[in-house]
């Protein structure tokens, strides 16, 4: 009887891991479709929100960007660390400079990493540096 009960308990714990897993995967699959939007949007305003802002570190300025518009965002496969809460990815961004009216393509890696104590993901490679 008593075995029966240990392994009701390691099955829940176990099943807990998973359910934990599975909302941070959901968690990643919601912020970074927002994250594309935004990107999409050329909002360069609330794109500074997808980065966590260390102390003492200013959040990028948007006027930065402000002769650029992103005319299209392709992320590439994801691939997470072995404990879910690392995940690497390429990317490809295709934006206009405006003051110029040339058409670029960037190709970066991005990094997300999941914050435990805030309960969500970050953009730890930062924001697209645009030339």
């Known amino acids: 009887m008593r075995f029966w009960i240990v392994g009701l308990l390691l099955a829940a714990l176990a099943g807990c891991a998973t359910w934990e897993a599975d909302a941070r995967k959901n968690d990643f699959d919601k912020v970074t479709r927002a994250y594309a939007k935004t990107l999409e949007w050329s ?8 980065i966590e802002v260390k102390e003492g570190v200013p959040p ?61 993901w970050f953009l730890q490679s930062g924001l697209p540096v645009f030339r």
């Not at 909002?43 to 997808?50: C, I």
């Not at 948007?62 to 965002?73: F, N, S």
């Not at 404990?83 to 990094?111: C, F, H, N, P, W």
């Open 60 to 120: 990028p300025a948007p006027t930065v960007y402000k002769d650029i518009k992103v005319t299209a965002y392709q992320p590439g496969r994801a691939n997470g660390s072995a404990d879910g809460k690392i995940v690497r990815r390429s990317a490809k961004i295709s934006y206009l400079l405006l003051e110029r009216m040339s058409e670029r393509t960037l190709s970066l890696q991005e990094e997300w990493v999941y914050s435990e104590p805030l309960k969500r």
């Open 43 to 50: 909002d360069f305003e609330n794109l500074a929100g997808f």
